[in-house]
């Protein structure tokens, strides 16, 4: 099974972006890439969604390069309330299972 | 209801207890998954339905674990003869239908199980 894979944790303060990678390698050609965020006790909710190029909402942005083996989660503008645990969700091309990444610890300083 | 609800919230338990966990999906959803999640760690797949069939249960970690899901609902995550090792929150999520990364799945709240 491959592995889709983030950076374990981050760390940064109020008011700055924050870019999180997702790499995926065997990503699935005709699914979309979607990202999750979990705070502590409680279960993921979703965040964004996209298939290629820029996607933007109230609250994130995603980035998805033209062969779409990564992704980047962009949140502009930090606040302490976005300290939390970032997944990044695809399917997988070899096996058609839903893979998570192994997320990423955001931490937000004043 | 307006989520997916899954109880109990906390379950204790002694090893080599079973336990049941349930979970409720939001109505109308017709895909409905199980995740584990060890303290700190990241999500582990468990199972998945479509319906009321399991078309992947390649997830489960043992024939000690075993799932069903009647009529298109709720749906009860079985572990008997617990472990410490089962210790977890275990997730359940559902959504409006099957397996893409599209499809956005909405997650209860999970169970805390710890078995002593």
């Known amino acids: 099974l491959a592995k889709t894979t983030q950076p374990i944790s981050m760390d940064s303060y109020e008011g700055q972006e924050v870019n999180i990678t997702c790499s995926h390698n065997?990503?699935?050609?005709?699914?979309?890439i979607t990202w999750y965020q979990q705070f502590p006790s409680q279960g993921p909710r979703f965040i964004i969604q996209?298939?290629?190029t820029k996607v933007t909402n109230e609250v994130a942005s995603l980035f998805i390069p033209a062969d779409r083996k990564s992704s980047t989660l962009s949140l502009p503008r930090v606040s302490l309330s976005d300290t939390a645990v970032y997944y990044c969700?695809?399917?997988?091309?070899?096996?058609?299972?839903?893979?998570f990444g192994t997320g990423t610890r955001l931490q937000v300083f004043p | 209801g307006a989520g997916v609800s899954q109880s109990p919230s906390n379950k204790v338990t002694e090893k080599g207890k079973d336990v049941e966990l349930r979970c409720d999906p939001i109505?109308?959803?017709?895909?409905l998954y199980w995740y584990r999640q060890r303290l700190g760690q990241g999500l582990e797949f468990l199972i998945y339905?479509?319906?009321?069939?399991?078309?992947?249960k390649s997830g489960l970690p043992s024939d000690r674990f075993s799932a069903e899901r009647t009529g298109e609902s709720v749906s009860t995550l079985t572990i008997q003869r617990t472990q410490q090792e089962d210790s977890a929150v275990y997730l359940c999520?559902?959504?409006?239908?099957?397996?893409?990364?599209?499809?956005?799945?909405?997650f209860g709240a999970g169970t805390r199980l710890s078995v002593l």
């Open positions: 999520a559902s959504s409006l239908a099957g397996i893409l990364a599209k499809n956005i799945q909405y």
């Open positions: 969700l695809v399917g997988d091309i070899g096996t058609d299972k839903l893979i």
């Open positions: 065997n990503i699935a050609t005709n699914d979309y």
């Open positions: 339905f479509q319906g009321n069939s399991a078309p992947d």
């Open positions: 109505s109308g959803h017709t895909a």
């Open positions: 996209g298939y290629k």
